[in-house]
């Protein structure tokens, strides 16, 4: 069974950074395909990164050159640097994982078993 625990949420202002993290327990890192999720208030969850076993990444649009998703096999962790927050980037955090996806579906969350339980990102005007 696959663990995810996230941490790294907390409350900054516009314009500035912050980076998740996600620990992955009960399976490699490596053997995984990981992706970043969040939900915003009166939203869907949508698909903010992913990354594959070979470390190749997708982005949403809203997210391009601002965030970057990366993989620490050696720890065993995912993570999400987030620069250049605004307030739309607001929402509460998720980090998933698979043991395959479709890259062409990288972003979509029916693609992902296994989900840890989100971390609050505020972001302040």
């Known amino acids: 069974q696959v663990q995810l625990v996230e941490s790294g949420g907390t409350s900054v202002q516009a314009g500035g950074s912050l980076r998740l993290s996600c620990v992955v327990r009960?399976?490699?890192?490596?053997?995984?395909?990981m992706g970043w999720f969040r939900q915003a208030p009166g939203k869907e969850r949508e698909g903010v990164a992913a990354?594959?076993?070979?470390?190749?990444?997708d982005y949403a649009e809203s997210v391009k050159g601002r965030f970057t998703i990366s993989k620490d096999n050696t720890k065993n962790t995912l993570y999400l640097q987030m620069n250049s927050l605004t307030p739309e980037d607001a929402a509460l955090y998720y980090c998933a994982a698979a043991l395959w996806v479709n890259r062409h579906l990288s972003l979509l969350q029916s693609g992902y078993g296994f989900w840890g339980q989100g971390t609050q990102v505020t972001v302040s005007s």
């Open positions: 990354i594959d076993r070979l470390g190749r990444t």
């Open positions: 009960g399976e490699i890192s490596s053997t995984l395909f």
